[in-house]
């Protein structure tokens, strides 16, 4: 393993790490390469097993302590920040978020409304809202011309997390330098640019703002769509109007060899929070965002005036263009809709999403509430049931809810008496639904249920059945705003502390769709950013307690995370961050297993301009937070976490492989986790894949990768290895897997492992090995 497939981003000072690093190759011990020379899984392994170098110590001999600094809740560390602005084309050295230019322009450090973590370990990171703090009196008349394209920049951590930062080139990403042809409402006419200032600047043509991301299957990251802005009305030369936000049609390329941007093939529609997920065949799909947010008026397609954009798009990675789907493809979606790529191939909506509540943007927005599949075979939609609530309402007594909760059928009383209470806390809708009749459990179902705003959609990690096949995948979804028992469409104000857990049995194109409620946040929580760890769990960081797009400025800052056991379906307060993040806010699994933590990039408040009542217990409101924090888990605090000592490079579906580990007498789990992409709270590609022991031979330990790209879409993976303890389960650091798919022409000259296995005969006790597999 060479030395660029280290992580970059160091374990603590006290643990010894140990690598083969020998060229380009990975060294594995030789042996007889087929299952039957392998001892069967359970079994003891070799005597000389249990003398494995950890440093100085055998495992035998090292004791499983805990660091001075441990704690069962984990610690941030202190926040950090790009020290410098350019400036009039100077850099400038200041822990100031912004500097003001020699035009009386305030020049700010970019805050991580998007990351993705690399393959070398930096980490892209994109902009979000630049510009937002030259607003005088109303982003909302003032935004279409001060808004700039967002900047991206690389973070790199070395020895002792001392982070550097790299200016991509181009640094706003390149999209549409000689401006782009908006869809104003007199474009094309006689009459174009006479009520709009689409055409008076390019410097905000191609934002990467509201773009989605993901990972290619070769590694380098792509962003589809972004944001045009202009007034609209607006007359040029005049600071006032009414912003537009427009979806554009844009994809880029981000390439972490050359640290460059280019521009790929455009999309047919303009999207403004559309979502990506990676298809088996390594496609990327597309669906929904909005071509104009405020005024979605089309004079040239009326169809698709009023609502999202229902068509949906395929994305070749090798040829780079874009395909339309046939109309058997198109559905109405909220913004950023939460999907998932399953077992069977077909891509699951779970009916989570962004929308402006609480009256949303769309005339169909009432289909938000159903969960459907996708088959990429058919291109073709199938309704599976009203999400959450896979029950007639009558049957669990919500008939009265349902008569009660329609505008047009409640009385004055029923009102009054339900939803008098509602705007201060949610919860009161359960205590004051004993004057309805209605059961408290089925009542807490019937809030759980529908379209979620503003909500992570987890998928929890994959675990195979009895045959080593993957069909069943399980949805955790807390917190964010519900449609409280269908009180309006999508959602409301106030977030909830319910979650539920959703679990999709797929038998060949068959799909059963079951939910079910899990133990509760510990707090309600708005924009809440899920990870999935690689003990199993997932952690909740940063969020709001009001939805802060409704009411901007107005939110309480949530800065202490929360755990939640799969197991035991609860969860625990963790430790607290040291900055607040609520709107735009991010979070990334490392390689180490830590957590890096950024972003926070509000909207004005109240729509007008920086008013921070942080005094008053709300969020801080000046500006975007450029800072990254470091979340610790209790995990990483320890002196004996495990360590992969060999794996390869490259793997492909099916393909029987060994890794090395230092103890294999206890480690007892690996797990698979896909290198996160996120913004907006989604990853659409985000999956962990528990991968069976087979066998073990001394420190060998045999495994098997799924059989299908279902399950582990082509793409760039951390392997870990993990022991039980009794303060946990502890994870060693990852190493880096890329998963080959053979069958897409661009990737096809990628090696991969030979389907042998190392033999612990043939190594030394400092580690060394004799026998050399082919890996890349």
Same mark, same amino acid.
């Given at each position: ?331 109405? =979606? %909220? /913004?950023? !809709? ?9 891509? &699951?909506?779970? @009916? $989570? #999403? ?105 998928? =929890? %990690? /994959?675990? !195979? ?9 399980? &949805?955790?979804? @807390? $917190? #964010? ?107 990334? /699994? ?187």
């Amino acid at each position: 393993m060479n030395s660029k497939n280290l992580p970059l981003i160091p374990a603590p000072a006290a643990r010894s790490r140990r690598y083969l690093a020998l060229g380009s190759a990975l060294i594995l011990s030789a042996c007889g390469g087929g299952s039957s020379g392998d001892n069967a899984a359970g079994t003891s392994p070799s005597p000389d097993s249990g003398t494995a170098v950890a440093g100085d110590q055998t495992v035998s001999e090292r004791q499983a302590v805990l660091r001075d600094d441990y704690s069962p809740v984990g610690a941030f560390s202190a926040p950090f920040a790009e020290p410098t602005i350019i400036v009039d084309g100077e850099a400038v050295t200041t822990d100031e978020r912004c500097v003001t230019n020699s035009e009386g322009l305030l020049e700010c450090k970019p805050a991580a409304g998007t990351m993705a973590l690399l393959e070398d370990g930096r980490v892209l990171y994109l902009n979000a809202l630049e510009g937002t703090e030259n607003v005088e009196l109303s982003i909302v008349g003032e935004f279409g011309e001060v808004s700039i394209n967002d900047q991206s920049r690389v973070l790199a951590l070395g020895d002792n997390d001392t982070p550097s930062w790299q200016k991509p080139d181009p640094l706003r990403a390149g999209a549409n330098p000689d401006g782009n042809d908006s869809e104003t409402l007199l474009n094309g006419t006689e009459l174009d640019g006479l009520l709009d200032t689409a055409d008076n600047t390019t410097r905000n043509d191609g934002a990467l703002f509201c773009s989605d991301v993901i990972g290619l299957a070769d590694g380098r990251i792509m962003a589809v769509g972004g944001t045009d802005y202009y007034s609209e009305p607006g007359i040029d030369g005049l600071p006032l109007g009414v912003a537009e936000l427009e979806g554009i049609k844009n994809s880029r390329i981000f390439d972490e060899r050359s640290n460059t941007w280019s521009q790929s093939g455009d999309m047919t529609y303009g999207r403004w929070y559309p979502s990506l997920v990676t298809l088996a065949d390594s496609k990327v799909f597309v669906a929904s965002g909005v071509t104009k947010l405020l005024k979605p008026v089309y004079p040239e397609d009326p169809l698709n005036s009023g609502r999202n954009v229902v068509q949906t798009e395929t994305y070749d990675p090798c040829s780079g263009v874009w395909t339309e789907n046939p109309p058997t493809a198109d559905r109405s =979606l %909220p /913004l950023y !809709p939460r999907m998932h790529l399953l077992p069977n191939g077909h891509l &699951l909506y779970n @009916a $989570g #999403g962004q929308a402006f509540n609480p009256f949303g943007q769309g005339y169909d927005q009432a289909l938000w509430n159903l969960v459907a599949s996708y088959n990429p075979q058919t291109q073709a939609w199938t309704d599976i049931g009203y999400a959450g609530l896979p029950l007639r309402l009558d049957e669990a007594g919500l008939a009265q809810l349902s008569s009660t909760l329609n505008i047009t059928n409640a009385s004055m009383d029923q009102f009054s008496t339900l939803l008098g209470d509602l705007l201060e806390s949610p919860t009161e809708l359960l205590t004051s639904a004993a004057d309805t009749g209605v059961d408290e459990e089925a009542l807490k179902i019937a809030i759980a249920g529908g379209m979620r705003g503003s909500t992570s959609s987890t998928m =929890l %990690p /994959l675990k !195979p059945n009895e045959n080593g096949d993957y069909t069943e995948v399980e &949805l955790l979804t @807390a $917190g #964010g705003v519900p449609s409280y028992a269908l009180l309006t469409n999508p959602g409301g104000y106030l977030p909830v502390a319910q979650s539920r857990i959703d679990r999709i049995t797929t038998t060949g194109d068959r799909i059963d769709y079951e939910s079910r409620l899990t133990g509760p946040l510990n707090q309600p929580r708005w924009y809440g950013t899920n990870v999935v760890m690689p003990d199993g769990s997932v952690m909740v960081f940063s969020g709001g307690t009001r939805d802060g797009v409704v009411a901007p400025g107005l939110e309480g800052p949530l800065m202490t995370a929360e755990r939640f056991d799969p197991e035991s379906g609860t969860w625990t307060e963790m430790a607290t961050a040291n900055r607040p993040r609520t709107y735009h806010n991010t979070a990334l /699994l490392l390689a180490d297993g830590r957590v890096l933590i950024g972003g926070h990039a509000p909207i004005n408040t109240a729509y007008l301009s920086h008013i921070s009542f942080e005094d008053f217990g709300l969020a801080p409101n000046a500006g975007r937070d450029p800072s990254f924090e470091i979340y610790t888990p209790p995990y990483a605090m320890r002196n004996d976490r495990p360590e992969i000592l060999s794996a390869p490079e490259n793997l492909t579906t099916g393909q029987s492989f060994s890794i090395q580990v230092d103890d294999p007498e206890n480690i007892d789990k690996v797990l698979l986790i896909r290198r996160t992409v996120m913004t907006h709270l989604i990853d659409g590609d985000q999956r962990a894949i528990e991968l069976p022991i087979q066998s073990r031979n001394g420190r060998n330990l045999r495994l098997t990768m799924p059989d299908t790209h279902n399950v582990v879409p082509a793409g760039k993976y951390m392997l870990f290895v993990s022991k039980d303890s009794e303060e946990g389960r502890v994870p060693s650091v990852s190493a880096p897997i890329t998963v080959v798919n053979t069958a897409l022409e661009c990737m096809a000259d990628l090696q991969l492992a030979d389907d042998t296995a190392g033999t612990d005969t043939d190594t030394g006790t400092d580690g060394s090995s004799d026998g050399l597999l082919g890996i890349l």
